[in-house]
Each structure stands twice: as structure tokens, then as C-alpha cells.
């Protein structure tokens, strides 16, 4: 599939557009000549920041708004034919210290848009980011799409409450939507400032200080990683390809790699910090879900999409990334 055919000329609108993923999305989008429209809270800690669109400014329109505002997003959401839903908060600890603003934003906010495109653009595409959270503790592993979903945290139940959403207004008013669980993704862009939405980040943020590097134990639980890049590869193709509309698919690694060895290989990718092992706290021990790696065989029978980024390869891109541009993200 030209990509780049399938959305030049097209109005594509991204919620959480200043964050992590959202950004380099934009800057894909923008890229083939798409009418890109950027949406973000800007809520401090969230991730949003506009260092991240820098480069592509002048080639995008930016909208600071939040997602709670169900005014704002019935004006935002017409007339586009792609939109990338990835607002959302991540930090499964939160989640359980602020139930409410977790439920207001991955899961309220999620019915409010999809409301707001049933009444003012009914015929647009929406492509929603789901997560590996919503499975919870695997009961086999490689986890696939019929895997039981069981969350362990309140951010899980709620993302699982919105993908639904999604999947209901495809099959009842037509709102075509498709939903993507990620996992672990990383990059360029992140967050650096806390730990809260994924470690990975922030064992790049201490190893570059040259600090150490915390693992809980052994840090033998087994997880998968996607660079960002194959993820926002991964959304373009879910909006382009009709066959997806009302489907939930998984995206992963195929290659699993355990928390202990993810952080010496960041420290490989940086040469500076150290391991150190530490016992696991409390409240992180009772929302743990052990290992995960997901199938997402599913995925690639529908569109071909398969990850090219190696988890090395991708640390490395990181490593650099973050040592040229630290101050815009430490």
C-alpha cells in the first residue's frame, strides 16, 4: 500500500498530537502533504510538548484544547476523514491514585468524541490506541486478541471502556473505527521528566545522567517493545486499510525481552550508568502483570505490517535523540 498516496490531500486530526506518538504521526502525516490538525491538552506531565513539532510547525495547524471539552471537539472533528484518537493518560499508578481524571479522560472523553463524530462527521475514519493494560495478568502467552481481559489497575478497565466505545459505534452507527493495543512503546519524544508512563524512558533518562539504573529483583518479567516509528507505521496502515473498520488488533515485538536485560541494553545503547537491583515496591508489586508478549499475527494477515525497528537499533536512536535535545525534555 503508497501511504503516501492514501493520505495526501487528506484532513487528518490527532488528539494528544503534541505527545509522544501523536507527534511523530504529524510530522509522517505532514510529510505527504496531508491538512494536519494537532489537538492537545498541554496538561503538565502528561507528555504533551511542543518541542515536538518544532520542525514541522509551519506545516501543521495546532489546536491547545482538552478532549473534555465536548464543545471544542464537535467543531474539531468536522469535516476530517482520518482521525488518530491518542489522547489518553498512561501512568498505571495514577490511575489508581486519581480514578476519576483517569475515567474522565480514557474513557468519558472517549464517548464524548465518538459522539461528536456520529453528529457532525459521520463518515470520517478513527483509528484508536488501545493498550496491553486491558488484558491484565496473562493467562498464556503469546497473548492474542481472544485472550480474556481482566485489568489490574483502573487505566486498564477505562482504556478497555473506550476501545469498546469505538467498536460499538462501528457496528451500530457506522462510525468506522478500528483499535490497536499497544505495548511498550519507546523512542524519540517521550516524556522524560517521571517514570510514570513506562520505564524504558526512564531508565534512558538515568543512564544518560550517568546514574543507576533500578530493576526490581531480577528483573526477570518479560515484555515486548515496539519503536515508535513501527507503531506510527502500524496506525497509518490500520486507517488506510477498509478491512480493519470495527477490528481490534494487538501490535508487538515477536522477541521478548526481560526487564533486567532491557535495561543493560540501555546501558549498552549509552555507555554511561550502572544496574543496580532494588526490592519490588508495594504498590507497583499489586499491579504487576508479570510477563507479556502479544501475537499480532491478527495484524499482519489483515495489512502485512510487521516491526522492523530492532530493540537495539531503536536505543540507540533514543540514546541520541535525547543527548541532543535534553533540555527540551528533562
Not at 16 to 26: D, N, P, Q, T, Y
Not at 42 to 54: A, D, K, P, R, S
Not at 126 to 137: A, D, H, L
Not at 210 to 227: M, T
Request: with cysteine.
Amino acid at each position: 500500500m503508497d501511504l503516501a498516496d492514501k493520505f495526501r490531500g487528506t484532513r487528518c486530526l490527532i488528539t494528544g498530537g503534541l505527545g509522544f506518538i501523536g507527534s511523530h504521526l504529524a510530522a509522517r502525516l505532514a510529510g505527504f502533504g496531508a491538512w494536519v490538525t494537532v489537538v492537545d491538552s498541554l496538561i503538565e506531565g502528561y507528555g504533551g510538548n511542543l518541542f515536538n513539532v518544532e520542525a514541522i510547525k509551519d506545516r501543521i495547524r495546532i489546536n491547545i484544547s482538552d478532549v473534555r471539552d465536548q464543545s471544542s471537539t464537535n467543531w474539531l472533528v468536522r469535516n476530517q476523514d482520518y482521525l488518530f484518537n491518542l489522547a489518553g493518560t498512561l501512568s498505571h499508578i495514577d490511575s489508581m491514585t486519581d480514578p476519576f481524571t483517569d475515567l474522565e479522560i480514557n474513557c468519558r472523553s472517549q464517548l464524548s468524541i465518538l459522539e461528536s463524530c456520529r453528529k457532525f462527521n459521520p463518515t470520517v475514519k478513527v483509528v484508536f490506541s488501545g493498550t496491553r493494560g486491558e488484558y491484565g495478568r496473562a493467562q498464556y502467552l503469546p497473548v492474542d486478541e481472544k485472550h480474556p481481559l481482566c485489568p489490574t489497575d483502573t487505566n486498564g478497565i477505562n482504556n478497555m471502556a473506550g476501545e469498546l466505545y469505538h467498536i460499538l459505534y462501528n457496528n451500530v452507527y457506522g462510525i468506522r473505527a478500528v483499535s490497536l493495543r499497544l505495548t511498550n512503546v519507546f523512542g524519540p519524544h517521550h516524556q522524560m521528566r517521571h517514570s510514570r508512563q513506562g520505564y524504558l524512558n526512564w531508565f534512558v533518562r538515568l543512564a544518560i545522567d550517568d546514574q543507576e539504573v533500578p530493576i526490581y529483583g531480577e528483573g526477570e518479567q518479560l515484555r515486548d517493545f515496539n519503536y515508535v516509528d513501527d507503531v506510527v507505521e502500524a496506525l497509518l496502515v490500520a486507517g488506510a486499510e477498509p478491512a480493519t473498520d470495527g477490528e481490534i488488533y494487538n501490535l508487538g515485538s515477536g522477541k521478548p525481552v526481560s526487564v533486567g536485560d532491557s535495561a543493560r541494553a540501555v546501558l549498552e545503547a549509552a555507555g554511561t550508568g550502572r544496574l543496580k537491583q532494588i526490592a519490588f515496591p508495594e504498590e507497583k508489586k499489586k499491579i504487576e502483570i508479570g510477563d507479556y508478549y502479544a501475537d499480532f499475527s491478527k495484524f499482519t494477515r489483515a495489512t502485512g505490517w510487521q516491526p522492523k525497528v530492532e530493540f537495539a537499533d531503536g536505543l540507540r536512536r533514543t540514546v541520541h535523540f535525547y543527548r541532543k535535545h535534553k533540555e527540551h525534555y528533562w
